[in-house]
């Protein structure tokens, strides 16, 4: 292949097989659209707070329970990181999964993070009627609220960023391919 013809393909190969890491608050969308992506690209879904459930062999309420965010965070990080590790793959990620120290950065380097956003109206919305997040227990408006403000920069640090508010599944999904694909 002639020089520059060699090189294109490589950047082809390096674009076409880069994961996808979708982050961003809870319920904004990461598991639905990246379940989407997956089909549409004929990639591998990982769903961490899935694999987390899986390999520990207990819900996220019961890690919660046991050893309290700290615990669940630990558990969290290890498994981003063993996850990243590989190409092809849909990586979405729990919400609070872009707090611990280095996170970040190690998503940065394994893909395309796209964050997800949403309003809080939007977010209160979806959640409402699902029991299966510990950290909205109780009042599930008002620590949706609080989670908001304590994590308004924490997403920032994302590739490129999607307000989800007023977009359906498919929308979200077309928008991400196309800055996949750009
Ligand atoms: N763009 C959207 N428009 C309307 N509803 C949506 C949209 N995206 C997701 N939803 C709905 O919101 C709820 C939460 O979505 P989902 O579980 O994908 O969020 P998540 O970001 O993975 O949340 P978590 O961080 O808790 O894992 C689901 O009922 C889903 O169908
Ligand atoms: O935003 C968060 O901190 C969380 C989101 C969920 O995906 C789960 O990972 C867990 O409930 C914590
Ligand atoms: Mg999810």
Redesign the pocket.
């Known amino acids: 292949m002639a020089g520059d013809q060699e090189e294109q393909q490589n950047i082809r190969d390096i674009t076409e097989n880069r994961n996808i890491i979708l982050v961003g608050?809870?319920a904004t969308g990461k598991s639905t659209v990246g379940a989407m992506l997956a089909e549409e690209l004929g990639y591998e879904l990982v769903d961490l707070?899935a694999v987390i459930t899986e390999s520990e062999g207990r819900s996220?309420a019961e890690i919660f329970a046991a050893g309290g965010e700290e615990a669940f965070r630990k558990i969290?990080s290890a498994v981003l990181k063993r996850m990243l590790q590989g190409e092809r793959r849909i990586i979405s990620t729990?919400?609070?999964a872009v707090l611990a120290p280095g996170n970040a950065e190690v998503m940065l380097e394994q893909g395309l993070v796209v964050a997800l956003t949403a309003t809080e109206e939007a977010i209160i919305a979806r959640v409402s009627g699902d029991e299966n997040?510990?950290?909205l227990a109780g009042n599930a408006a008002e620590r949706v609220r609080a989670?908001m403000e304590q994590r308004r920069e924490a997403y920032r640090f994302a590739h490129c960023t999607v307000d989800t508010t007023e977009l359906n599944v498919a929308e979200v999904s077309q928008y991400i391919l196309m800055h996949y694909r750009a």
Do not use: A, K, T, W
Request: no cysteine; aromatic share 0%; hydrophobic share 40%.
């Open positions: 608050m809870m707070d996220i969290e729990g919400g609070g997040r510990p950290l989670i």
